[in-house]
């Protein structure tokens, strides 16, 4: 095969060759896009304009949104201007930025993820100790330090992945995703980004397994609460959580844990879908469903709305 290192562009995989499919698939994401966009922006103005949310919790939650509204930003938008354009190509400079973001806000999310599972067990299981330990002073740093972490495992990936020599420009993927990237390589330094992957994959793990230890602990401390309402107002914090750390890891390992080869190019684009846009979809609704704060600060976010648009109506009459 030709050595393609030098190609300006790449190839993506088409959802469908018939035109009325592919503007099917456009209003598709289209709808997919603008719900994450608008969930998440509406826990991000809920949170900073309700002061009552001005908690360590809603604070992560807030960077959580942020990570969500990027992750959803840099692969749809693209999606949909190839379906309703007929197009297949992204360039190469924008195939770097999709690796790029893609690992930034994934790395920075679970890193957050983690974090509020450390929050979340010093309020229910350290409650007299959790103003001294999560001030606001440390709940910065440690979002700091979480975007920090997306961005060196993003920059270490992305320098490894277009180290490599490509033998193809095709892609089997309907964004730049770097296990497809990978079979593109006539070259042995793929090595290198497949040891990276496993690496990230094993801290991964460790985070996982103290998020699970963590809420083992934090569910005995739980049963051990004398109070229904005190032990369901503790789980209503939660379960969301443990929800959104669930659908990210496991729709990670349902994509990447797959033996190489031996999947379809339309299972690839399930998996694909699962762990990129499923979670910065689903995340915002999961936390609103059993959170009352947060369907309060909703409600008064419409009910602000629905005042400033009947003032503007007032002084055009």
Request: proline share 4%; glycine share 4%; with cysteine.
């Given at each position: ?50 002061h009552h949310?001005?908690?360590p919790m ?105 180290s490599i ?153």
């Open positions: 095969m030709p050595n393609l290192t030098s190609t300006s562009e790449f190839l993506l995989l088409g959802f469908s060759d018939i035109r009325e499919l592919q503007i099917l698939h456009f209003f598709v994401f289209l709808t997919v896009y603008l719900t994450a966009v608008t969930g998440n922006l509406l826990i991000i103005i809920a949170v900073a304009l309700d949310l001005h908690t809603y604070f992560f939650l807030m960077n959580l949104a942020i990570l969500d509204l990027g992750s959803a930003s840099f692969i749809i938008p693209k999606a949909m201007a190839n379906s309703l354009l007929n197009s297949r190509s992204i360039s190469y400079s924008g195939c770097v930025a999709q690796v790029f973001c893609l690992f930034l806000f994934v790395g920075a999310d679970f890193a957050i993820l983690t974090i509020m599972a450390h929050d979340r067990h010093i309020a229910i299981c350290n409650p007299l100790q959790y103003e001294t330990i999560m001030h606001k002073r440390a709940c910065i740093q440690m979002a700091v330090s979480a975007w920090i972490t997306g961005i060196v495992y993003a920059a270490l990936h992305t320098s490894c992945t277009f020599t490509f033998c193809s420009n095709m892609i089997n993927q309907f964004f730049c995703e770097v296990p497809q990237l990978l079979k593109l390589s006539c070259s042995n330094l793929y090595l290198v980004e497949v040891g990276l992957l496993i690496f990230g994959c094993t801290i991964t793990g460790g985070c996982f397994i103290y998020i699970i230890i963590t809420y083992i602990q934090i569910f005995a401390t739980v049963l051990k609460m004398p109070s229904v309402h005190g032990q369901k107002k503790a789980l209503s914090t939660c379960l969301p959580h443990l929800t959104v750390v669930s659908l990210l890891v496991f729709s990670g390992i349902f994509a990447y844990a797959k033996p190489p080869g031996s999947t379809s190019s339309e299972l690839n684009v399930i998996c694909a879908v699962i762990y990129a846009i499923l979670p910065p979809l689903l995340n915002p609704f999961i936390y609103s469903m059993r959170n009352k704060e947060i369907k309060s600060a909703f409600l008064k976010l419409s009910v602000l709305g629905h005042f400033f648009s009947k003032t503007g109506s007032c002084k055009i009459h």
